[in-house]
């Protein structure tokens, strides 16, 4: 048997995910349902915080994937990355889920996955993703304007980063003594309230110095939205929720 009466169901979602993959055609081998339970068990045995944050992680992987096809590059050049000077906004956005190297999107991943369970179960799913996408356009809006001071500067950018330092800003306020590691020196652990203004400190420097190893403004411009959104944007969620409720009943009525 597939599943069993004492399989362990963790809500309707999870119990609906198990009937479709019951009722797939008899052609489809077992071993390929079964792997599709045991992922079905995994994936809602997650809290809805870390679900997003795959989820997030997950969409950044199939746009990785989608550079890597020769076809789609005119396309990707165009809508996945950008360029201060092209007259695009959007990509402000869909940049921000754009990566070239596997190196970068392995980092950017793993920060985000590492910082942004907790942070988006704290906050909530929706309030989380609207963060994160805000941060994302935020840290692009920071480069995207500070690039005329350093024309040599103005070049295409892509890449998580900047939401990520976000996230990274808003974990520092949440828990200012969570302790840190660094991959490669995890013998030396740090609070993060100490280890995150050392790594602004050192964007800081890069941004000044016009250094093109990474992008520096859009860090910057990451990390303080993150710290400011907590300092004074993520107390009025719940009221901008209250208010819109009010005006969803108000329609109705």
Request: charged letters at 15%; glycine letters at 8%.
């Amino acid at each position: 048997m597939l599943v069993g009466r004492a399989h362990k169901v963790s809500g309707v979602a999870h119990a609906r995910a198990l009937r479709r993959i019951a009722h797939l055609p008899s052609w489809v081998p077992y071993e390929v349902k079964r792997t599709m339970v045991i992922a079905a068990d995994k994936w809602h045995q997650l809290s809805r915080g870390e679900r997003c944050v795959y989820t997030i992680a997950g969409i950044n992987a199939v746009v990785f994937g989608m550079w890597h096809i020769p076809r789609l590059l005119p396309f990707m050049a165009r809508s996945f990355l950008h360029d201060p000077r092209s007259g695009l906004s959007y990509t402000m956005l869909t940049s921000t889920f754009s990566h070239r190297e596997v190196w970068h999107l392995l980092f950017n991943s793993i920060a985000l996955i590492s910082f942004g369970k907790t942070v988006a179960d704290v906050m909530g799913v929706e309030q989380f993703t609207a963060f994160y996408l805000s941060a994302g356009v935020m840290s692009s809006l920071a480069s995207h304007l500070l690039a005329p001071l350093r024309p040599a500067l103005m070049l295409p950018s892509l890449g998580a980063s900047g939401a990520v330092y976000s996230v990274v800003g808003a974990t520092m306020m949440m828990f200012p003594q969570a302790k840190i590691a660094l991959i490669f020196l995890p013998f030396l652990p740090f609070t993060i309230a100490q280890g995150f203004p050392a790594l602004m400190a050192y964007d800081f420097l890069g941004a000044v110095l016009g250094w093109r190893t990474f992008n520096h403004v859009a860090h910057l411009g990451g990390g303080l939205y993150g710290i400011a959104y907590m300092e004074w944007c993520a107390s009025q969620w719940e009221r901008l929720v209250q208010f819109a409720g009010r005006l969803q009943m108000a329609r109705k009525s």
